[in-house]
């Protein structure tokens, strides 16, 4: 650990800031995973791109379909990779509260910056403010970790803005992974100050975060590495253009990157976001892999599409 547990929160507003991407996992053709691919994929994220941190064992990094020994190996293997050229937060999320501990405790053991845990799902529940304060206090209590919310309509329902402003008087609990309309993640920010950072996933509106309400984090899902290559690091630029206040500037860097995105938007099946953006990474030249189930592979003829597409994009390879 590189911080005391009572330290958490002010050791992760000077360590976590700019662009941090979640990993999508690169499975082999058996399905186990590639150790190796990984391994690529995150020194061309660190040293390539500029990335400067990574969310490991994530639903992007398709935590549900692997065992509890193999999301410890994904931990360790991002941990050591990364070592201290970028941070890491590891996914410990599960509906098994001894299965989170056992995770984030090995995070610790391994060398991770801090752990996320999702919302869990709720059945039968009216007071759910009150159940998600004890159950994110229990966590706290047990680990000394930095530990990082994250509420997403995966859970079947939303965190509130005042549960996390709650919450985050919890003294490891140091940033919120907040995938929600912009209006909540903004009355959020308005309710805990610089208590904790909070970030939420959506690319598009980062600038804007960043120039309205003062964001330093995107915490983060996969376009920093399927929007950029080596000699086109436009959202890395875009980003410290904001930082420096050139937001001008930045938003016609920002702006460029439409026809990437509509690329992307356009070919994605609606069931099967993973399998293509790991056929994205393929074709920037990075380790892509099998999907799991219960996820889909994409069709012949959807990797046709996505790869027109993609040479019509305006990324620079």
Same mark, same amino acid.
Request: aromatic share 10%; glycine share 6%.
């Given at each position: 650990?590189?911080?005391?547990?009572?330290?958490?929160?002010?050791?992760?507003?000077?360590?976590?800031?700019?662009?941090?991407?979640?990993?999508?996992?690169?499975?082999?053709?058996?399905?186990?995973?590639?150790?190796?691919?990984?391994?690529?994929?995150?020194?061309?994220?660190?040293?390539?791109?500029?990335?400067?941190?990574?969310?490991?064992?994530?639903?992007?990094?398709?935590?549900?379909?692997?065992?509890?020994?193999?999301?410890?190996?994904?931990?360790?293997?991002?941990?050591?990779?990364?070592?201290?050229?970028?941070?890491?937060?590891?996914?410990?999320?599960?509906?098994?509260?001894?299965?989170?501990?056992?995770?984030?405790?090995?995070?610790?053991?391994?060398?991770?910056?801090?752990?996320?845990?999702?919302?869990?799902?709720?059945?039968?529940?009216?007071?759910?403010?009150?159940?998600?304060?004890?159950?994110?206090?229990?966590?706290?209590?047990?680990?000394?970790?930095?530990?990082?919310?994250?509420?997403?309509?995966?859970?079947?329902?939303?965190?509130?803005?005042?549960?996390?402003?709650?919450?985050?008087?919890?003294?490891?609990?140091?940033?919120?992974?907040?995938?929600?309309?912009?209006?909540?993640? /903004?009355?959020?920010?308005? &309710?805990?100050?610089?208590?904790?950072?909070?970030?939420?996933?959506?690319?598009?509106?980062?600038?804007?975060?960043?120039?309205? &309400?003062?964001?330093?984090?995107?915490?983060?899902?996969?376009?920093?590495?399927?929007?950029?290559?080596?000699?086109?690091?436009?959202?890395?630029?875009?980003?410290?253009?904001?930082?420096?206040?050139?937001?001008?500037?930045?938003?016609? /860097?920002?702006?460029?990157?439409?026809?990437?995105?509509?690329?992307?938007?356009?070919?994605?099946?609606?069931?099967?976001?993973?399998?293509?953006?790991?056929?994205?990474?393929?074709?920037?030249?990075?380790?892509?892999?099998?999907?799991?189930?219960?996820?889909?592979?994409?069709?012949?003829?959807?990797?046709?599409?996505?790869?027109?597409?993609?040479?019509?994009?305006?990324?620079?390879?």
């Amino acid at each position: 650990m590189k911080y005391a547990k009572n330290e958490a929160k002010e050791y992760s507003r000077d360590t976590m800031r700019g662009i941090w991407a979640a990993a999508l996992n690169p499975f082999n053709e058996d399905f186990s995973l590639n150790e190796e691919g990984l391994r690529r994929n995150i020194r061309h994220w660190i040293d390539d791109l500029e990335i400067k941190g990574l969310f490991i064992a994530g639903k992007q990094g398709e935590f549900w379909s692997m065992s509890l020994e193999e999301r410890k190996r994904n931990m360790t293997i991002a941990a050591d990779e990364c070592g201290d050229k970028a941070g890491t937060i590891m996914s410990i999320s599960d509906q098994n509260v001894d299965t989170v501990l056992e995770l984030g405790r090995h995070a610790q053991q391994c060398g991770a910056d801090y752990v996320v845990v999702h919302a869990p799902m709720l059945s039968f529940c009216h007071d759910r403010d009150e159940v998600l304060y004890h159950y994110y206090k229990y966590l706290c209590d047990r680990l000394d970790i930095g530990i990082a919310m994250w509420s997403h309509p995966d859970s079947g329902y939303l965190m509130t803005p005042e549960a996390c402003a709650r919450i985050a008087d919890l003294p490891n609990i140091m940033a919120i992974k907040y995938s929600v309309p912009r209006e909540m993640y /903004v009355k959020l920010t308005e &309710l805990v100050g610089n208590k904790i950072l909070v970030s939420t996933s959506n690319e598009e509106e980062w600038l804007d975060n960043i120039e309205e &309400l003062g964001w330093q984090l995107y915490l983060c899902s996969s376009p920093p590495y399927q929007i950029q290559t080596g000699n086109d690091k436009r959202m890395h630029e875009y980003t410290e253009l904001a930082f420096a206040g050139k937001f001008d500037q930045a938003r016609k /860097v920002r702006d460029s990157l439409n026809s990437v995105r509509d690329a992307i938007r356009s070919t994605k099946p609606a069931g099967k976001p993973t399998a293509h953006g790991k056929y994205w990474q393929e074709l920037l030249g990075q380790i892509g892999g099998r999907v799991r189930h219960p996820m889909l592979e994409l069709t012949e003829a959807e990797k046709a599409s996505t790869s027109a597409a993609f040479e019509d994009c305006g990324l620079q390879l």
